[in-house]
T-cell receptor, first 114, second 112 residues
Framework: NAGVTQTPKFQVLKTGQSMTLQCAQDMNHEYMSWYRQDPGMGLRLIHYSVGAGITDQGEVPNGYNVSRSTTEDFPLRLLSAAPSQTSVYFC?????????????FGQGTRLTVV | QQPVQSPQAVILREGEDAVINCSSSKALYSVHWYRQKHGEAPVFLMILLKGGEQKGHEKISASFNEKKQQSSLYLTASQLSYSGTYFCGTESPGGSNYKLTFGKGTLLTVNP
């Protein structure tokens, strides 16, 4: 099993550009989420989804959009990249909600906005 | 709101013990613990559920005090492989609010 796959692994963007970070899982998990990790800040929740067609905001949603059209995919869109969005982004999935099972994380996308 | 972890960092010699604490201002449904090695993704260690159920690691233990909204992770007879950053994640009950919110992490270094 591939688990949680994130693409790309690395990306450099110019300020104002848009892009989509891809996340796919092959475990038939209902719950998926996006986190960003910055030095000293831990993992901060951006958006999450409890199933196809249902998304909600986390702690730091501004500047990011998500949609969940299938169970497998949960892309994260940056509409107009800013240097403050330079970070490592992790996608995670879990069997269901409430979250009484482990979360599986992708390998991360390291994004630099110049 | 992120749970609060303490200490921020701890350095051990191999074989020593450590305790990492996690506290929340909200009532908790569950507490998760993860470990992250440098440059890698976080990896699941264990879950503690309201009511006392635990799922997870064989050699690492944890406690969950629901009344105090606190959890502690106990690392005994530490090994070099225990080095990494430990995160607690908390989930609070209420409607469809199934958010797993992580603390800022505790950096554990185990030296020979």
């Amino acid at each position: 099993n591939a688990g949680v796959t994130q693409t790309p692994k690395f990306q450099v963007l110019k300020t104002g550009q848009s892009m989509t970070l891809q996340c796919a899982q092959d475990m038939n998990h209902e719950y998926m989420s996006w986190y960003r990790q910055d030095p000293g800040m831990g993992l901060r929740l951006i958006h999450y989804s409890v199933g196809a067609g249902i998304t909600d905001q986390g702690e730091v949603p501004n500047g990011y959009n998500v949609s969940r059209s299938t169970t497998e995919d949960f892309p994260l869109r940056l509409l107009s990249a800013a240097p403050s969005q330079t970070s490592v982004y992790f996608c995670a999935s879990s069997y269901g909600a409430p979250l009484n099972t482990e979360a599986f994380f992708g390998q991360g996308t390291r994004l630099t906005v110049v | 709101q992120q749970p609060v972890q303490s200490p921020q960092a701890v350095i051990l010699r191999e074989g020593e013990d450590a305790v990492i604490n996690c506290s929340s201002s909200k009532a908790l449904y569950s507490v998760h613990w993860y470990r992250q090695k440098h440059g890698e993704a976080p990896v699941f260690l264990m879950i503690l559920l309201k009511g006392g159920e635990q799922k997870g690691h064989e050699k690492i233990s944890a406690s969950f005090n629901e009344k105090k909204q606190q959890s502690s992770l106990y690392l005994t007879a530490s090994q070099l492989s225990y080095s990494g950053t430990y995160f607690c994640g908390t989930e609070s009950p209420g409607g469809s609010n199934y958010k797993l919110t992580f603390g800022k992490g505790t950096l554990l270094t185990v030296n020979p």
